[in-house]
C-alpha cells in the first residue's frame, strides 16, 4: 500500500506546474476533443521547429502541409472555440480579458495560415508561425481551459462538451502523415 501512496505523490509531484507552482488540473472530459487537436498542433510545431533548426527546409512542402492542416482541422478547431467555448468562458469577468486575446490571436493565426496557403512564407515567418501557435495552445491549455474547469460545475462542462462534439464532427478525421520532407528529424 505504501508503494502506490508514495508513487502516487510521486507522479504528482512531476505533473507540470503553473506559475503559482500548483500542478495543472487534469483535462475535463469536454475539453478532451479540443485538446487532442492541440496536440497534433504542436506536434507540427515541434516537427517544423526542428526542421528549421536543422536547415534546409522546404518551403512548398511545409506550407502545403501547414494548409492542409488548417482547412481540414484547424478551421473547424477555431469555429468550435469561437461559437461554443469562448463565448461561455467570456461570462466569467477573470476569464474576459484572456478570451479577447485567445480571440485576437485566431485572427494573427488565420493570417499566418493564409500567407502558408498563398505559400507566401519564408523560414522566418514559419519560425513566427511555430511561436505563436505553439503560445497560443499553451495559453488555452493552461489558462483557459483551467480557469474554466475551476469555475464551472461538471454539469455546465458537459453541456459545453456536448455542442463542441457538434461544432467539430464537420472536421476531418483523416490522418494528415508529413511528406518525406516534412517528416520529424532527429534533434540535432
Known amino acids: 500500500m505504501t508503494s502506490v501512496i ?13 506559475a503559482d507552482n500548483r500542478p495543472y488540473m487534469l483535462r475535463d472530459k469536454s475539453l478532451i476533443p479540443l485538446s487532442h487537436q492541440h496536440q497534433h498542433c504542436l506536434a507540427l510545431c515541434v516537427r517544423l521547429d526542428r526542421a528549421i533548426q536543422a536547415g534546409g527546409v522546404d518551403l512548398e512542402a511545409w506550407q502545403a502541409e501547414i494548409q492542409q492542416i488548417f482547412e481540414q482541422e484547424i478551421t473547424f478547431h477555431f469555429a468550435a472555440e469561437e461559437k461554443e467555448l469562448f463565448p461561455v468562458a ?10 479577447q486575446e485567445l480571440v485576437t ?14 505559400r507566401k512564407l519564408h523560414v522566418a515567418g514559419l519560425q513566427a508561425l ?8 499553451r495559453k488555452e491549455e493552461r489558462e483557459l ?22 461544432s467539430l464532427a464537420e472536421a476531418s478525421n483523416a490522418c494528415i502523415l508529413p511528406s518525406a520532407a516534412t517528416r520529424l528529424r532527429p534533434k540535432q
Open 145 to 166: 481551459f483551467e480557469g474554466m474547469q475551476r469555475l464551472m460545475s461538471p454539469e455546465e462542462l458537459s453541456v459545453v462538451g456536448g455542442a463542441l462534439q457538434q
Open 105 to 118: 490571436g485566431h485572427i494573427l493565426l488565420r493570417d499566418f495560415f493564409s500567407r502558408a496557403a498563398a
Open 6 to 18: 508514495s508513487s502516487g505523490a510521486a507522479l504528482l509531484a512531476l505533473r507540470p506546474r503553473g
Open 130 to 137: 511555430v511561436e505563436k501557435l505553439a503560445s497560443h495552445i
Open 90 to 99: 467570456a461570462r466569467f469577468p477573470e476569464l474576459q480579458l484572456l478570451v
